[in-house]
């Protein structure tokens, strides 16, 4: 049972309050997220990296929604430009009833309190010359959060939650390990009370002892504060592990959404089969023949035409060429972006 924790306070006073459990928080419509390629003298707009392209998606408050697909899929460049890290090319974003692909700048700040991001690398991602009580401090200064002597309290309390002691926030990043660092970066996510994160492979910079312990301060946080979190991640046993639902993407688009179990066990989709049949299966009551993908996801400055994995679906036919599948309902709560029924 996810019980929500927020304490109202000051600095929420701008923004609504949020929906209920299991209400709409997050939709995102048509996002897209082009990176233009400029050449020739004039520096013209020559090609374009499609690196995401008209994706569509709701999420509920409290739910946690697994995204997973092959490196260069376009996961990490989709939180971002979700999270506006990225200026979208087109769709919407709407947070909680407000698109905030539209909002100013100053506007946005406001929103950056609900929305945060945990990122891959605890090593870039926190600043070496300041110490965790600077790190932490600095998010809760830019929101004007616990100002004077309580914000130190703040950080203690933070510190502890996250399972590092409240006394070594004097000191720097170097002096973590790997996983006390991301443990640092967990905490600065948290410091601003959002209702939304996106993690973006939160533990695959870490050793494999210690990815499990930080998946499961992860879940035991989501659960107490009932965060609504966005989980990339390439480890489709461990998006199974703490994923309500799962979003599969090749070459910038929606290949599948799925409950996770569902997806894991009736996959409709030729890459969800073949990306299932590539990883280690921990329940041996499922016998899989293991698909091997010929060739590397093509280009995302020219993706193919129809359905972007034709070029490598053993399925396709001819037809897969001339039209692009849309997201379409399969059964409920299950969506493909397939145009046969006749396969899986
Ligand atoms: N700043 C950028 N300029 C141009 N192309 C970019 C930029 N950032 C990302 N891309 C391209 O966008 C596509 C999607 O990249 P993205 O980093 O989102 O993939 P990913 O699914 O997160 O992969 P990985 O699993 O390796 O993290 C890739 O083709 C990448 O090269
Ligand atoms: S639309 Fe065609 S190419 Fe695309 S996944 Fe389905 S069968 Fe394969
Ligand atoms: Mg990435």
Do not use: W
């Amino acid at each position: 049972m996810t019980v929500a924790t927020r304490t109202p306070d000051v600095a929420h006073k701008n923004l609504k309050a949020l929906p209920a459990m299991g209400e709409t928080l997050l939709e995102v419509n048509k996002l897209q997220k082009f990176f233009p390629i400029r050449g020739g003298l004039l520096s013209r707009v020559v090609a374009n990296v499609q690196a995401v392209d008209r994706v569509t998606f709701k999420l509920k408050r409290g739910e946690v929604v697994g995204v997973v697909g092959e490196s260069g899929s376009g996961k990490t460049v989709m939180g971002r430009t979700i999270l506006r890290l990225l200026e979208p090319t087109g769709g919407e974003v709407i947070f909680n009833g407000t698109d905030i692909t539209k909002l100013s700048k100053n506007d946005l700040r406001d929103y950056r309190r609900e929305m945060q991001v945990i990122f891959q690398d605890p090593f870039a991602s926190l600043n070496p010359r300041m110490t965790v009580s600077e790190i932490i401090g600095e998010a809760l200064q830019i929101h004007n959060l616990h100002p004077g002597k309580g914000r130190v309290d703040r950080i203690a309390e933070l510190l502890t939650k996250v399972g590092l002691r409240p006394e070594n926030m004097g000191r720097y990043p170097h002096e973590f390990s790997g996983g006390q660092r991301q443990r640092i970066g967990i905490a600065r996510a948290l410091a601003v009370d959002p209702a939304f994160i996106v993690a973006d492979e939160p533990t695959s910079a870490l050793d494999v002892s210690i990815q499990a312990q930080v998946v499961n301060l992860l879940q035991d946080l989501q659960e107490e504060l009932g965060l609504t979190v966005l989980f990339i991640a390439h480890d489709l046993a461990v998006v199974e592990y703490i994923c309500d639902r799962i979003i599969v993407m090749y070459l910038g688009k929606i290949m599948e959404i799925a409950p996770s179990r569902e997806l894991n066990r009736n996959p409709k989709h030729p890459y969800t089969e073949a990306l299932l049949s590539a990883a280690p299966i921990p329940d041996p009551s499922i016998k899989r023949q293991r698909i091997i993908l010929e060739g590397d996801i093509p280009s995302p400055i020219n993706p193919p035409s129809g359905c972007v994995f034709r070029t490598r679906c053993r399925y396709a036919i001819a037809e897969c060429a001339q039209v692009e599948p849309e997201l379409r309902e399969v059964s409920p709560g299950h969506f493909k972006a397939c145009i046969r029924d006749d396969i899986l």
